[in-house]
């Protein structure tokens, strides 16, 4: 298996081009889609997830999936690479505007490793434990990032059974991992060395592999949907709320609604309230008081320091949600003339 291993922290868009992509033959095959007429879907939109088989590329799939379901746009976010299966989340109408929120989210793998010599079990063991926590990765050559030293927290390592020289690994870990390079890292640490001979992807934030959807399932839904039954198909469909509701909430107040709709920053003085602590910098969600959506953006502020602020700009609003005209524009009371 070459290229990238999953966890790639780039977002991939579909592109127009409708040709089938190759497939290894144990895969499932992805046929080419001609165009079809748009599904009735909920108007916010909503994520899908598909169970990717090893074969087609995550763009290759995701642009079999906007033709399947007729509509003019669908997007992924976390790239697995054309060898690599499992999990991949795929959006359609407005949910494509909270692709970044998918990104942040951290994934889970399960991957296959053969070390290039003997290992020790009290070896491997300890390594296991060492790797854990903040780590230092150095992208592939052949990624989609620049070759910077970075890190990335691996949350929970754990060693789920050995065979010789070949050990199997579920891996929790922060969103832009390289699996890959985890594997390689770790061999050089044991000494013999290693490489990863198979991945898979089970989980990416909220959504996992149980509730994944291979291709020729989403063609069924599909055909049922297009034959008068579209109702499996939208119980398919994940709604929005399961993504944004993750991330800390800015209750903005109705006067602010229309101002952030038209692509406004947040000022101080349209905020009600926060549902959780913050810190300056992180993605934050603004929301009505009902609970609807307006947009995504990053503090400026952390919320101990939003919330007494009384003037100046609090978030960096950087996704429109919300639909102008819903709300009513805040109109500013003029002084009495004299």
């Known amino acids: 298996m070459t290229g990238r291993t999953g966890g790639d922290p780039e977002l991939g868009r579909s592109g127009r ?9 144990d895969a499932e095959p992805v046929p080419p889609t001609p165009p079809r007429a748009p599904l009735p879907l909920p108007p916010e939109g909503g994520f899908l997830v598909l169970d990717k088989p090893r074969g087609p590329s995550s763009h290759q799939v995701t642009a079999w999936v906007r033709d399947l379901l007729g509509v003019t746009r669908a997007g992924h976010a976390g790239t697995l690479d054309p060898g690599v299966s499992g999990v991949l989340v795929i959006s359609v109408g407005k949910a494509l505007r909270l692709l970044p929120l998918i990104l942040e989210f951290p994934k889970r793998y399960i991957a296959s490793v053969r070390f290039h010599g003997p ?14 926590g903040p780590i230092f990765q150095l992208p592939p050559v052949r990624s989609a990032v620049r070759r910077e030293r970075r890190v990335r927290v691996v949350h929970k390592l754990t060693l789920l059974e050995r065979r010789g ?20 890292d770790m061999g050089e640490a044991l000494g013999p060395g290693a490489n990863m001979t198979e991945l898979r992807r089970i989980g990416t934030g909220p959504f996992t592999e149980t509730e994944s959807l291979t291709l020729s399932a989403l063609a069924d839904l ?3 949907a297009r034959e008068g ?6 119980d398919r469909l994940q709604p929005i709320s399961r993504v944004w509701k993750r991330f800390p909430q800015v209750v903005v107040k109705d006067s602010a609604v229309d101002a952030l709709a038209h692509g406004a920053d947040l000022a101080a003085s349209g905020v009600l309230r926060t549902s959780s602590a913050f ?37 960096d609003a950087q996704q429109v949600f919300m639909e102008t005209g819903r709300y009513a524009p805040h109109v500013r009371e003029q002084p009495p003339k004299t």
């Open 165 to 184: 020289r070949d050990a199997l690994l579920d891996i929790q870990c922060d969103s832009g991992t390289y699996i890959r390079t985890l594997a390689v």
């Open 279 to 315: 810190s300056e910098g992180q993605r934050v969600v603004l929301v009505t008081r009902k609970g609807e959506l307006v947009g995504l953006g990053r503090a400026l502020l952390d919320s101990g320091k939003l919330l007494k602020a009384r003037k100046g700009w609090v978030v």
């Open 119 to 132: 290992v020790g079990a009290s070896e491997l063991e300890g390594i296991v434990k060492e790797f854990q």
């Open 229 to 234: 039954s579209p109702q499996p198909l939208l």
């Open 222 to 224: 599909v055909a049922e």
């Open 17 to 25: 081009a409708r040709a089938a992509p190759a497939v290894e033959p």
